[in-house]
């Protein structure tokens, strides 16, 4: 699962990359994908939407069993 997961984050990956940022799969677990945002995004005041708007509801549409995407 964790190959799937990291397969479409690396589509999305070039439009953060675009704006200074990135994101980096840590793990799942229960339907829960865990991701570090980091550069540009790890600081920005928007990072929860782009998160939650973004690549959570992006990855729930490609991957149906994944229930939410949290960062740490």
Known sequence: MKEKIQE???KIRPMLQADGGD???V???????TVR???ACA????SQMTLKNG???F???EIPEIKSVESV
């Not at 793990?27 to 994908?33: A, L, M, T, W």
């Open 59 to 61: 990855l729930k549409q």
């Open 37 to 39: 945002l980091k550069g």
């Open 43 to 46: 600081g920005c005041p928007m």
């Open 8 to 10: 479409k984050i690396n």
């Open 27 to 33: 793990d799942y677990k229960d339907g829960v994908v």
């Open 23 to 25: 994101v980096e799969l």
């Open 55 to 57: 690549i959570e509801r």
